[in-house]
C-alpha cells in the first residue's frame, strides 16, 4: 500500500499543476520535467481540480482514477486536461489563472465494495471514501470531497455516482452494477499560487 505523502510533497504538486498550466499557456505544450523525489515517481491514481476564486465554482475536473502514470507526471497531464479539455467547460485562458485555485487529490488504489447489494452504503465513509460505479459501458466517479460539501449520505452518495455514470440512481442495488471505494489526501490552493493546505474532511 502506498504510503501517504508530506505536506511538503503535496504543496510539490499542486506548484507542478500550475506550472504546468501556466507552461501549456505561454507555450502550447506539456512540461517536460525530471522528478527526483522517489515518492512522487511510485504509480498513482489522481485527480486536478479547478475552481473560480472566491466563487468557488467548479472550473473543471479531469485524472486517472487507476495508478497508470507516475503522480508527478499523472498531475501534470492532469492538470493540464482539467485546464482545456474538460468538455464541460470552455478551455481556461491565461488571465484566468489569476482567478482560479488548484486542488490535486492523490489516490489509492480502487477497492471493489463487496456483500450485500442493497447494504453497501453501510460500508461507505462519507468524507474518506469516493466512489467508482461502473455498468456495462457506464462509469461515474466522484471524489470524497463531493459529498462532504454537498452535504450526502452514503446512499445519496451512490445515487448521485449512478447518475454521474448515466445510469437510474437506483442502479447500486443492481448486482451487475460493480461498486469500488478508494480515499484521497488532498491538497489545495487557498487562494491563487497562494498558501497550500492539506484538506481534512
Given at each position: 500500500?502506498?504510503?501517504?505523502?508530506?505536506?511538503?510533497?503535496?504543496?510539490?504538486?499542486?506548484?507542478?499543476?500550475?506550472?504546468?498550466?501556466?507552461?501549456?499557456?505561454?507555450?502550447?505544450?506539456?512540461l517536460s520535467e525530471i522528478c527526483g523525489d522517489k515518492a512522487l515517481l511510485e504509480e498513482r491514481g489522481v485527480f486536478v481540480t479547478?475552481?473560480?476564486?472566491?466563487?468557488?465554482?467548479?472550473?473543471?475536473?479531469?485524472?486517472?482514477?487507476?495508478?497508470?502514470?507516475?503522480?508527478?507526471?499523472?498531475?501534470?497531464?492532469?492538470?493540464?486536461?482539467?485546464?482545456?479539455?474538460?468538455?464541460?467547460?470552455?478551455?481556461?485562458?491565461?488571465?484566468?489563472?489569476?482567478?482560479?485555485?488548484?486542488?490535486?487529490?492523490?489516490?489509492?488504489?480502487?477497492?471493489?465494495?463487496?456483500?450485500?447489494?442493497?447494504?453497501?452504503?453501510?460500508?461507505?465513509?462519507?468524507?474518506?471514501?469516493?466512489?467508482?460505479?461502473?455498468?456495462?459501458?457506464?462509469?461515474?466517479?466522484?471524489?470524497?470531497?463531493?459529498?462532504?460539501?454537498?452535504?450526502?449520505?452514503?446512499?445519496?452518495?451512490?445515487?448521485?455516482?449512478?447518475?454521474?455514470?448515466?445510469?437510474?440512481?437506483?442502479?447500486?442495488?443492481?448486482?451487475?452494477?460493480?461498486i469500488l471505494k478508494f480515499q484521497a489526501q488532498i491538497f489545495s490552493e487557498a487562494e491563487p499560487n497562494g498558501n497550500i493546505e492539506?484538506?481534512?474532511?
Open positions: 500500500m502506498a504510503k501517504e505523502l508530506s505536506l511538503k510533497q503535496g504543496q510539490e504538486l499542486v506548484r507542478l499543476a500550475r506550472k504546468s498550466i501556466e507552461y501549456a499557456l505561454a507555450s502550447g505544450k506539456g479547478l475552481h473560480t476564486f472566491p466563487e468557488k465554482g467548479l472550473r473543471g475536473c479531469i485524472g486517472f482514477p487507476y495508478p497508470v502514470k507516475p503522480l508527478w507526471q499523472a498531475v501534470s497531464q492532469a492538470a493540464i486536461e482539467a485546464a482545456f479539455n474538460d468538455p464541460r467547460f470552455p478551455a481556461v485562458r491565461a488571465g484566468e489563472m489569476e482567478k482560479v485555485v488548484l486542488e490535486v487529490s492523490v489516490l489509492t488504489k480502487p477497492e471493489e465494495i463487496e456483500g450485500k447489494r442493497k447494504k453497501v452504503f453501510e460500508k461507505i465513509e462519507v468524507g474518506k471514501d469516493g466512489l467508482i460505479v461502473q455498468k456495462g459501458r457506464h462509469s461515474g466517479l466522484l471524489l470524497p470531497q463531493v459529498a462532504t460539501e454537498q452535504g450526502w449520505d452514503a446512499k445519496t452518495f451512490l445515487e448521485q455516482c449512478c447518475a454521474k455514470a448515466g445510469l437510474m440512481e437506483n442502479m447500486w442495488q443492481s448486482s451487475e452494477t460493480l492539506e484538506k481534512e474532511f
